[in-house]
């Protein structure tokens, strides 16, 4: 019991409680950081935060279906993430995946042979204006050609 | 930064162009940072700092266009309850980034916009809504809290006074929803991102069923702007109606795409032509979407339109969020509305049968009318639809949203949609059509 939930990660998410008037506004930021240790969010992980928080686990596994950044199953070692939306799709984003699919055999919601990476075409990152773009673990790279998405990604291990 | 476009009025951005700015609290400070939130709390009212923000006209940025003084004033004056002020950075309307900027490049201007906001509203608290993949505009603002917060100016009893005042970041998780007034409210409390009703208004009812104001950040960003230069001052710029500046990010098909400070009421082609250099490659302007998708689009004969709330409502769009989307005569229209359409169709909370199903009704519509697979009586039920979710029949303006770039895309552009159902597909060359397969199969 309890093996996710360490004292140092206790730690942290009293702090961020204490940002709050209620303890489960510190839902998200602690999904978050669960997520960013372990990659995903299980259900143990889920069951966990549910009592650390006081609150049922069905209330958790509700949030975290709701939104999109929060996985509830194993990805690959890094996140990319190509937008799709309307200004990097004037920009060639569509060319960007045809690379990535080309060199590494994914498309949006595969991971790469050897689980390097999980790709995801996302809508709308907010660079709009240096499009076409990819955010890869948080970092986005913009004013992208094909080639340098490709290379980014080649790096990735 | 570079020197500002001769067009450009950089009030907000005015740091940005100084050589070596890193944003720091001692760059910032150095550039007289802070002292109005300073003067504010040592020498002014909450409602003294109320009626400055009246005076100078300003219209929250975040998308509606609302009278940003006028907003704060709806907050209880004598109230037991604690009060919060929302700062909105969720920034996920498509073609809208400009928010980012302000808080990479400049966030002690938010902090202290923020700040100055939180003491007219009597808030002691200030939350910062960023969304989940702006990580590092997050950090930035971070930082900058927490630098404030080391010299005094965030804490308690600032400046000798009895006003105190807490301020942190909280972050989104890829719901696009979670931008709405009332669903960023639900998701700061720890739940789905679902819409609240309206009535109660946030001001009496908002977070934790607390009075709570919510503006977007580049509206708190100008209130230290307008009180270290006055209203009246500040009402010099942009129109009677829509005073000041407002920064524009612009993309798509243009030779300089970026975020720019312009005076409100300036023609969007002087925005796209001279500011942004014109449209690539020799080719000519085809449409634009005014200010973020769910504004609507205008065609190429438009763009002498004053960018101002009431010059841009007279043609049937919204001024949004400043996000213009340029596109150039090699763009297909019903592609563009079928890629929104997908963002729509996911983004939709569900809580309204009417929006459910019409955005996945509208995105089965208007993609197979891309792929070839029209119907001759496709558009009119994409049109009857359009009419069975707009217009104020759901829960929040989600719905009234979508159904801007849908039907604009579809009275300036009827011929373009009659051809694709016509000839069975699209008449525009395409390129990566494997890649289309791999985002909309
Ligand atoms: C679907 C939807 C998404 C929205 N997204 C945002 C957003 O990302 N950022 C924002 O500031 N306002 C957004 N808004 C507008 C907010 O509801 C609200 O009006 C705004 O934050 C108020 O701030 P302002 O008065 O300073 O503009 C959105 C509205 C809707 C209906
Ligand atoms: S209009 Fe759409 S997004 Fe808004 S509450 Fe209803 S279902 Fe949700
Ligand atoms: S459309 Fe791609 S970042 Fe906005």
Redesign the interface.
């Known amino acids: 019991m309890n093996a996710l939930v360490t004292p140092e990660l206790r730690a942290e998410f009293d702090a961020l409680c204490g940002r709050y008037p209620q303890r489960r506004a510190a839902l998200l930021p602690i999904l978050h950081r669960v997520q960013d240790v372990h990659g995903w969010i299980s259900r143990a992980a889920m069951e966990e935060i549910a009592d650390y928080l006081g609150i049922p686990p069905v209330e958790v596994q509700g949030v975290v279906s709701f939104y999109p950044m929060l996985r509830q199953e194993p990805a690959g070692r890094h996140i990319v993430s190509v937008c799709k939306n309307i200004s990097c799709d004037l920009l060639g984003c569509r060319e960007l995946l045809a690379a990535i699919q080309g060199r590494f055999g994914v498309k949006p919601g595969e991971t790469s042979g050897g689980g390097a990476f999980t790709l995801f075409a996302a809508q709308c990152l907010g660079a709009c204006g240096y499009g076409p773009m990819m955010d890869v673990d948080g970092t986005y790279h913009e004013n992208l050609t094909p080639e340098a998405a490709v290379e980014i990604l080649e790096k990735l291990r | 930064m570079s020197a500002p476009h001769p067009l450009e009025v950089p009030l907000l951005t005015r740091r940005l162009h100084q050589a070596g700015y890193d944003g720091s609290l001692a760059a910032y400070r150095a550039g007289g940072g802070y002292r109005q939130f300073e003067r504010a709390v040592t020498s002014l009212t909450p409602d003294q700092v109320t009626d400055m923000i009246k005076d100078s006209g300003l219209r929250g940025r975040g998308g509606a266009g609302f009278a940003t003084g006028l907003k704060w004033s709806f907050m209880p004056k004598e109230s037991v309850k604690?009060h919060y002020l929302l700062v909105n950075a969720d920034?996920?309307?498509?073609?809208?980034?400009k928010?980012?900027l302000l808080m990479e490049r400049d966030p002690h201007l938010v902090v202290e916009g923020a700040a100055i906001a939180a003491y007219a509203i009597r808030a002691r608290q200030v939350y910062v809504y960023v969304?989940?993949?702006?990580?590092?505009p997050r950090a930035c603002m971070d930082r900058a809290i927490a630098e404030a917060r080391a010299d005094g100016l965030l804490g308690r009893n600032l400046f000798g006074t009895p006003y105190s005042l807490?301020m942190?970041t909280?972050?989104?998780?890829?719901?696009?929803i979670c931008g709405e007034e009332t669903a960023l409210m639900e998701?700061?409390?720890?739940?789905?991102?679902h819409p609240r009703p309206k009535p109660p208004f946030p001001a009496g009812f908002g977070a934790?069923g607390m009075p709570t104001t919510i503006n977007n950040v580049e509206t708190v960003a100008t209130a230290p702007v307008i009180l270290e230069m006055g209203a009246l001052e500040y009402r010099k710029h942009g129109t009677p109606n829509s005073p000041g500046t407002f920064l524009v990010?612009?993309?798509?098909?243009v030779k300089r795409?970026?975020?720019y400070e312009l005076p409100l009421g300036i023609p969007a082609r002087a925005v796209i032509d001279e500011v942004c250099g014109g449209v690539r490659g020799g080719r000519r302007l085809k449409a634009f979407?005014v200010g973020g998708?769910s504004t609507g689009l205008l065609p190429a004969q438009h763009a002498d339109v004053p960018l101002d709330h009431d010059s841009v409502r007279k043609l049937g769009v919204m001024l949004g969020t400043g996000?213009l989307?340029v596109?150039d005569e090699s763009?297909c229209i019903v592609?563009?509305t079928m890629?929104?359409a997908?963002?729509y169709d996911?983004?939709t909370c569900g809580q309204c049968s009417q929006c459910r199903v019409g955005m996945e009704w509208c995105y089965q519509i208007i993609r197979r009318i891309e792929l070839g697979q029209g119907q001759p009586d496709d558009v009119a039920t994409l049109l009857d639809l359009i009419e069975n979710f707009a217009g104020g029949k759901t829960i929040c303006a989600f719905a009234d949203g979508a159904a801007m770039p849908y039907r604009t895309a579809i009275q300036a552009f009827r011929a373009e949609w009659d051809e694709h159902v016509r000839r069975g597909g699209c008449p525009f060359a395409q390129?990566?059509e494997?890649?289309?397969e791999?985002?909309h199969a």
Do not use: C
């Open positions: 604690p920034e996920s309307e498509p073609g809208t980034f928010d980012r969304r989940g993949e702006y990580r590092h807490e942190h909280h972050p989104g998780a890829g719901a696009y998701s700061l409390e720890g739940k789905r991102g934790w990010g612009v993309s798509g098909h795409p970026g975020v979407y998708s996000g989307v596109m763009a592609r563009a890629v929104l997908d963002f996911h983004e390129s990566g494997r890649a289309l791999a985002v």
